[in-house]
């Protein structure tokens, strides 16, 4: 690559960085949310300011900066949002949606102060503060999206039990948006999630009471290396949790032992490419991102082999591996 080529790359890098912080912003204050609801009448800074609550002085700014990433239109003072920005970084329902990554990425790096000491020393972090897992749940918004819209559509044999009812047991559920999500889509089942978090828990217990399924959705606080409870269930499902657990194949084995004959394991994660031509895409380099954080807490990322070795080492049979067109992978085996 030319000289002037490389330093065009490093700046559009270096604008990137601003542009993740203009919708954060955005998102989490909910100034792309009013300005679509002015629809093509648009939205005045000052008029901004007082739906959202905020400074106007902050929010003019705000709008400068976002209207030269090309985040809004401003026309006159005037602020609107074309429908194809809106749906990414708003639409939780869609696949595409990428609002969550966001708010992730940037609540993820407040914490990066401690990174140099972790190259330094290979000694993980600890531990992360709360906003970071509430964090977390924004992203699962994009995962649970995929789940419905693609995952479900690979797998009709599940939904056919799942739609006469049947038992379901989220591993390490977090916020419980996946269990809220699945009562409303299949109103006969019930549902177990385990979690050991307390913050994630009680943010799970309000979603669930909230949307009024309290009789249906159990939440029950466990050890992280727990991932079963008594009972049988016709689906178990990890979502982008299988790779953080401490021994995964064990988690595997016990979730299997659960499952009654027809029932399903499931896995959605999303993978290490193994292609290194992959890791030069723009996916891949949001990818490299995540694993970089993730390796940061004594985790990371993991490829499509590691996850086939879990499986073979739980004794489980051979799963299948279907990749999405989201990006996301969907690892299943049926218990027969």
Known sequence: MRLDDRFDDMIAALGGFYRTWLVFLGVDLGFFRAIRAA??????????????????????????AA????????????????PETALILLDEQR???LGGQFVHSVVATLDWDRMIDFFRTGVPVPSRPDRYRAAIEQVTR?????FFSEGLAAMPNLVARLVVGGRVLDVHCGGGRWLVAM????PDIQLVGIEAEPDSISRARELIDDAGLGERIRIEQVDRDEVTRPGRFDLVYYQYALHFLPDPSASLR???????????????????????????TIHGELIAGVHL????????????????????????????????PSGATLITVDRT
């Open 183 to 186: 009562a409303q889509r299949f």
């Open 293 to 324: 954080d993730e390796v940061f807490m004594g985790a990371g990322l993991r490829d499509v082999a590691a996850f086939r070795g879990w499986f073979a080492g739980a004794g489980v049979p051979e799963p299948s591996v279907i990749d999405l």
């Open 142 to 146: 994009q995962d649970i999206a995929v």
């Open 67 to 82: 209207g030269a990433h090309g985040l809004v239109g401003s026309d006159d003072g005037v602020l609107t949002i074309d």
């Open 39 to 64: 629809g093509e009448a648009g939205l005045r800074v000052e008029d901004l300011a007082v739906r959202t609550s905020t400074h106007p002085r902050a929010v003019e700014t705000w709008a400068w």
């Open 254 to 280: 016990a979730s299997w032992e659960a499952l009654d004959p027809g029932g399903s394991l499931v896995v959605l994660d999303w993978l290490l490419p193994t292609d290194p031509a992959e890791m030069r």
């Open 95 to 97: 696949s595409e949606f």
